[in-house]
């Protein structure tokens, strides 16, 4: 781990005496605490040996004696399409990835995280996978693969990867087969194909919709050219859902874990961990509150209870890789049934939204960090945090100010509010994960022309709905105009605005100030001080627009100030703060730790 030198000090600690005015508003004598709450012809031995697949190799994770490590990480979500091209197509590759390693150390994360990077034909940016256990040519080979896990390992960073378990894409060889088989086959029952409705079957098995948008079925021709069955797909068209009551689809995601463990993968983010199982009877849906991209606890498409067994035969597999771990994309907003899938023969961790989808508004955030804590509580499950990812958008512009008259952003103070809650994200207890351009202050690009726009989301709404684009544009690096480095190709997969120039890496490397000067510090003082040791908060009492916790064990005090007026600090001596001090009082939008 990278040790971040005094120079890079966000915010020095004004000199201090320990203490705080008597009229102090933070009152930590009102702290309350979470604690309670086919045969072959025959081929010569030369054809054989060279058709024969070559073994994986055989590589551990990179410490297998740490079987806790991801219940106080900080994971670094690599979205590769965007992070870093050596090959000059303007698209991000593996090569990329371990060119800037150094990069990754020197930021101090623990892990990184890897969007899927599977062979795929691209219909949503690798989440429909053709074939589970190759990379896609787009971003390298196998062999740049293991070269990427062995360089992380030597700067102790470990790596996990995405896992796409609920469907395939539809040029999967399974699903080709299906295609291409009859009603009722062994091929069809991989995947859910059923009769239509209606005296010809030409209606929908049911009234499912796609969360991207439109119908969740699609009627296949049969082999004599006639209209046949149709077959379920709760994302795009292209990713058909697989049947996990077919006990071929297990298997094969056993080979699948075990392929990538071999390689010393560290673990998987698992997609779409609350779907995969459906209900027998696949029931009408009600469409009143069906949204884009959304779904509730009642919603039939997932959080249906057979999932469970699904993650008891995952874990499995894990547990025979000490030092891997999994993460789980789970969108159960019922803490009950959020815990069930933490219970300690399922995942080891799952994401919590609730502090990305909180609004800067102290009440708000407190109640998600409640919730939150709560929701892992009964089944002693470790919570995580996150603000962004690649389906969020960026939070420097979801907490930015629109002018009430022209409806433009206060990016400025988007970022101010962004590195408040950087520093309060930092001080909770638990595992974080980061998106890629976060620690650059990086806003949502939400201006792209049309005729770029690549999210499925975009066409499948009828180009109402723009998609997840905006916060999926390119990484810059150094340079004063696009690409910034990030390839040398002008032509990038997603156009880069000209008015990142002051965000680049460069930019901000050397800048005490910047957004990434700041993430490095937090990182750093999370790693090495021993006072954000323990598992609960302490709140305090707080004034209005304002919160304050303690950690439980090591005291690290942390205060967020969302209202309009400076406010006190608490009593400690100041360690970090995201924007400087006003009067020795914490600024709007400001935030600090204490100790």
Known sequence: MTTVSDETDVVPAEPSDGGQPEDVPFDDGAIESDVDALDEPAADAATVAENVPVAPPIVPQLDPSDTSWWKSAVFYQ???????????????????????????????????WLSPIMASPMADHGYDVSDPRDIDPLFGDLDVFDDLIAEAHERDIRVTMDLVPNHTSDQHEWFRAALAASPGSPERERYIFRDGRGDDGDEPPNNWHSIFGGPAWTRVPEADG?????????????????????????????????FWLDRGVDGFRIDVAHGMAKPADLPDMDLSATKLLQNSDDDPRFNNYAVHEIHRKIRKVLDEYPGAANVGEIWVSDNERFAEYLRPDELHLGFNFRLAKAPFESGAIREAIENSLDAVLSVSGTPTWTLSNHDVAREVTRYAAADPDTGALDLERGTRRARAMLVVEMALPG????????????????????????????????????????CRVPIPWEGTEPPFGFSTSPETWLPMPASWQSLTVEAQLEDVGSMLSLYRAAIDLRVTRPEFAGEHLEWYGAPEGCLAFRRSEGRLVCALNTGEVPVPLPPGELLLVSSPLVDGMLAPDAAAWLV
């Open 78 to 112: 690599v979205y590769p399409r965007s992070f870093s091209d050596l090959n000059g197509d303007g698209v991000g590759d593996l090569t990329g990835v371990i060119d800037k390693l150094g990069y990754l150390e020197l930021l101090g994360i623990d892990a990184i």
């Open 431 to 470: 595992t974080v994960f980061l998106y890629n351009g976060s620690e650059l202050g990086l806003p949502n690009v939400d201006d792209l022309p049309d005729d770029a726009l690549q999210d499925p989301v975009w066409e499948r709404s009828g180009r109402t709905e723009r998609g997840r684009d905006g």
């Open 226 to 258: 006639s209209p046949g069955q149709w077959y379920l797909h709760i994302f795009a068209k292209e990713q058909p859902d697989l049947n996990w009551e077919n006990p071929d689809v297990f298997a094969d995601l056993e080979t699948t874990l075990r």
